[in-house]
């Protein structure tokens, strides 16, 4: 059994026989849950590992102060630049099911639901095994359902899969009401991160001190980070928060000469390779250069490669994921893209720079979800970054470097 609180990995340590046999010989039985567990995720310094580090325990409080509430687990992973919840979920499934069970033994829920990227089939293949492994012995008090969302980028935003939930489209709606007051059925449901709940799960077995053995004082435990971009050994790293930066560049093989890293994903903050060499990962170092830890990817940027074209295929790809019903995603977001490609292109015939930034300014904080407000911020930490890059554009037309290797998807048109 797997209780050494200074052995890693945590998260994925059934990653070779993610059975329930694989999962029960490495953690043993699933404890009940209760209101002393929201206590210990207190104690335990557990947040969401969605993006929004919410504090887990005071959204278990507020969830558990309404009647009938519901349980949804968030693994749905639209961002193209983070794997860790398809990894998680492939690797331990059980773990995060048994995260989902106590969630709702905790809160008295009787309905609980795993959502899913409806393209993500081995995802589904595992859980849904698991789910019958776990129906064949009793293991859950509650019943736990297995949805498959649309794919789309938003579609994990927390209220854009409430209201899929109810029927309507994956689309972010106006909040309030939160779905922590009125979610799936009009009930209070608790909508968590897998990451979490597989976190919560470890907690309610461990306890908090072992929790907090690993990492920092303000983020314990451990991290599953995606790293890709031009690295040789792209994929999920799980390490304690705190380590160096540097070092999980260096276990992911980045190449020698890093330009820049985007970090926190698509919506997240380009920060030169020099600055990010002196960081760790967590979330006050992050901030401390004006970046997040988001969704805990890495995008490696090689030098040679041209920071300014890689921005503008992600901004392009960010205006067409838009749910489509605010002005600052139906035009404002394309108008950001054709901005930066007007200047990946050398045209001088227009103040693109100029443009670019007004209609940054006109599109921060007016939607319906924090969409328009995540592609500004990624554009604007571009507009530093790679300053003379783009005067270098401004100045000589278009460049000659190499195409970024950002893993940006095509185009799908409509929603699905």
């Known amino acids: 059994m797997h209780s050494d609180p200074l052995v890693t990995p945590r998260l994925l340590a059934t990653k070779e026989d993610p059975s329930f046999h694989g999962h029960f010989r490495t953690w043993g039985q699933m404890p009940a849950g209760g209101p002393l567990l929201v206590a210990e995720a207190e104690q335990a310094g557990l947040r969401g590992r969605g993006g929004a580090w919410f504090s887990t325990a005071r959204k278990l409080a507020t969830v558990s102060a309404g009647r009938r509430p519901v349980v949804v687990a968030n693994g749905t992973e639209g961002e193209p630049v983070s794997r860790k919840d398809k990894t998680l979920m492939a690797s331990a499934p059980h773990l995060v099911l048994d995260g989902v069970s106590v969630a709702a033994d905790t809160l008295g829920a009787a309905e609980a639901i795993v959502c899913v990227d409806r393209c993500d089939t081995q995802s589904i293949k595992v859980l849904t095994r698991a789910l019958s492994e776990r129906g064949s012995i009793k293991a859950d008090d509650v019943s736990i359902r297995l949805e498959t969302a649309p794919t789309k980028y938003v579609t994990g935003e927390e209220s854009a899969l ?9 689309k972010p709606t106006f909040v309030p009401p939160r779905p922590f007051e009125r979610g799936v ?4 449901t608790l909508v968590n991160n897998v990451e979490t709940l597989a976190n919560l799960a470890l907690v309610a077995r461990f306890g908090s001190a072992w929790f907090r053995a690993l990492g920092t004082p303000d983020d314990p435990g451990t991290a599953l980070i ?7 050994r792209d994929g999920v790293y799980e390490v304690p928060f705190g380590t160096s930066v540097e070092a999980i560049l260096s276990s992911a093989g980045a190449a020698s000469s890093v330009h820049a890293i985007l970090a926190g994903g698509f919506a997240g903050t380009w920060v030169p390779a020099g ?7 967590d979330r006050a170092s992050f901030a401390s250069v004006g ?17 300014l074209a890689a921005t503008a295929q992600i901004a392009r790809w960010l205006a067409a994921q838009s749910a489509g019903q605010c002005g600052p995603c139906i035009n404002g977001l394309p108008a950001i893209a054709g901005a930066l ?24 904080g007016r939607g319906a979800c924090r969409h328009p407000d995540g592609t500004a911020r990624m554009v604007r930490s571009a507009l530093a970054t790679f300053a003379e890059e783009i005067e270098n554009h401004r100045r000589y037309g278009a460049c000659r470097a190499e195409a970024p290797s950002v893993p940006v998807p095509r185009m799908d048109g409509p929603w699905i």
Not at 162 to 170: I, M, R, T
Not at 185 to 188: A, F, H, T, W
Request: proline letters at 1%; aromatic letters at 6%.
């Open 162 to 170: 409430v209201h899929w939930l109810n029927g309507g489209d994956a």
């Open 185 to 188: 059925g009009g009930r209070p």
């Open 226 to 232: 995606t790293v890709v971009g031009d690295v040789t």
């Open 275 to 281: 600055t990010a060499a002196d960081l760790t990962f």
């Open 291 to 307: 970046a997040a830890i988001g969704c805990s990817s890495m995008v490696v940027l090689a030098e040679g490669s041209c920071g």
């Open 341 to 364: 490609e007007g200047l990946v292109a050398g045209d001088r015939r227009r103040r693109w720079q100029q443009q670019l930034t007004q209609w940054l300014d006109m599109v921060e």
